[in-house]
């Protein structure tokens, strides 16, 4: 099974909002990540979790707060968004290292709107 | 200074025709993914290539990896509509935790 599930599938929130991005995975990956991506762009990477630990921010506004409770989950927490935030965002996981390495499995992702 | 230059960037073609798709780097990768994203979804995982000079194939779909690991090609064979979509290719250095992505190519096969 090579599944990576997330919640919601769409999301529109206002500036004011506070919600919620959900991530799921049961490969026993050690590794999970969010990541934007804009149409037609490649992703562009958001965090890094390793072994529940965040190990990579890349430079994200703190109106972006991860949280990793356990292994297999991953949540994207969000509040006073503004309207370029507005993308699609995706959840991915790997093995730690990987064999072979940095193969990431990627989820169907949540498409965000913010108003 | 793009690290991963991936082209074109957009394909418009028939349906019946070939077509390659291409990643350079002047870095080595110690793996180079291949993915296929359709509209609003993920990206899936088409294939991963370890070893300099692989050949991999799934069905009407060819990857290479170059000898030295920079580069990586997608060659599809009479493409059919269903293989429209955005194609990445990610590349894994040694040393780094994180995937490299080309700009993609987004690749449209009409009827």
């Known amino acids: 099974d090579t599944e990576v599930t997330q919640t919601p599938k769409h999301l529109v929130m206002g500036m004011t909002n506070k919600k919620s991005l959900k991530c799921e995975q049961h490969m026993g990956h050690r590794a999970m990540y969010w990541y934007k991506q804009k149409a037609k762009k490649p992703p562009e990477l958001m965090f890094v979790?390793?072994?529940?630990?965040?190990?990579i921010n890349e430079s994200v506004p703190s109106r972006f707060s991860p949280e990793c409770p356990n292994s297999s989950l991953l949540n994207l927490h969000l509040h006073a968004l503004q309207p370029e935030d507005s993308a699609l965002y995706l959840c991915a996981s790997s093995h730690w290292g990987g064999n072979p390495r940095g193969t990431q499995y990627f989820g169907p992702g949540t498409r965000l709107l913010v108003l | 200074t793009q690290l991963l230059e991936q082209s074109p960037q957009f394909l418009s073609i028939q349906e019946g025709e070939n077509l390659t798709v291409y990643c350079n780097s002047s870095?080595?990768?110690?793996?180079l993914q291949w993915y296929r994203q359709e509209p609003g979804e993920g990206p899936v995982l088409l294939v991963t290539?370890?070893?300099?000079?692989e050949v991999k194939k799934l069905k009407r779909l060819t990857f290479q990896f170059g000898d030295a690991r920079k580069d990586s090609s997608l060659h599809i064979t009479a493409a059919q509509p269903g293989d429209t979509g955005l194609y990445l290719c990610a590349g894994a250095r040694s040393g780094y935790s994180t995937l490299t992505f080309g700009k993609g190519t987004m690749l449209l096969v009409s009827p």
């Open positions: 290539v370890v070893t300099g000079g």
């Open positions: 979790y390793s072994y529940e630990k965040l190990s």
């Open positions: 870095s080595v990768f110690s793996s």
